[in-house]
């Protein structure tokens, strides 16, 4: 009996865990309140270094605020695909100003060992469909209805030929945020951006 209680406890734990993966942060903050809340989901989160540049077409506000490279964080699956955070703050006040979510295999990887996992994903369009749906209810659950919402795949033309996509949009007076999907040859994934306006 007793092995069986530690047993429901254990899963309990796990699955209380693997959700903790999926939270996202929604208020502009200090960073030193965030690394809080990134060792609150893992005790020992995965940093990683890389360098990220913004234009002003992904962030309007670029010219306005210079960030930093951001804090990245990689987080284990919940569902199907990891999670890499990016936190982009200005470095004088250490102010949250961008944050992104991406659900990708191996976001920083290599490109030549990338193209595996890229003949991989090609085969799951459902998949990441069905990932977009579940994320966008989490995120509808924390930002209320969107301002625009796609209800199905859309298909768009390109130079490498036909890609899939979707997207939502969130936006007020205080922020911009925006959940989009892109499955096309050498991008698969699902992300979330979200910018505050002042």
């Given at each position: 009996?007793?092995?069986?209680?530690?047993?429901?406890?254990?899963?309990?734990?796990?699955?209380?865990?693997?959700?903790?993966?999926?939270?996202?942060?929604?208020?502009?903050?200090?960073?030193?309140e965030i690394i809080a809340f990134e060792k609150t989901l893992t005790p020992?989160?995965?940093?990683?270094?890389?360098?990220?540049?913004?234009?002003?077409?992904?962030?309007?506000?670029?010219?306005?605020?210079?960030?930093?490279?951001?804090?990245?964080?990689?987080?284990?699956?919940?569902?199907?695909?990891?999670?890499?955070?990016?936190?982009?703050?200005?470095?004088?006040?250490?102010?949250?100003?961008?944050?992104?979510?991406?659900?990708?295999?191996?976001?920083?990887?290599?490109?030549?060992?990338?193209?595996?996992?890229?003949?991989?994903?090609?085969?799951?369009?459902?998949?990441?469909?069905?990932?977009?749906?579940?994320?966008?209810?989490?995120?509808?659950?924390?930002?209320?209805?969107?301002?625009?919402?796609?209800?199905?795949?859309?298909?768009?033309?390109?130079?490498?030929?036909?890609?899939?996509?979707?997207?939502?949009?969130?936006?007020?007076?205080?922020?911009?945020?925006?959940?989009?999907?892109?499955?096309?040859?050498?991008?698969?994934?699902?992300?979330?951006?979200?910018?505050?306006?002042?």
């Open positions: 009996m007793t092995s069986k209680i530690i047993s429901v406890l254990v899963t309990v734990f796990i699955f209380i865990n693997a959700l903790g993966q999926e939270k996202i942060w929604m208020r502009q903050s200090k960073m030193s020992e989160p995965k940093f990683l270094s890389q360098n990220v540049s913004l234009s002003k077409d992904y962030y309007p506000l670029a010219d306005k605020y210079r960030v930093t490279n951001p804090i990245i964080i990689e987080r284990a699956p919940f569902k199907y695909l990891p999670v890499y955070a990016e936190y982009f703050y200005t470095p004088g006040d250490s102010v949250l100003r961008l944050a992104t979510y991406d659900w990708e295999k191996d976001k920083h990887g290599n490109f030549f060992d990338k193209q595996k996992i890229w003949k991989e994903e090609s085969k799951k369009l459902k998949t990441y469909n069905k990932e977009y749906e579940r994320i966008k209810i989490l995120i509808i659950e924390q930002l209320g209805t969107p301002t625009f919402n796609d209800s199905k795949l859309k298909e768009v033309e390109s130079d490498r030929g036909k890609y899939f996509t979707r997207e939502s949009i969130w936006d007020n007076a205080d922020y911009h945020a925006e959940l989009d999907m892109v499955f096309e040859s050498m991008t698969y994934r699902i992300r979330f951006t979200i910018y505050w306006k002042q």
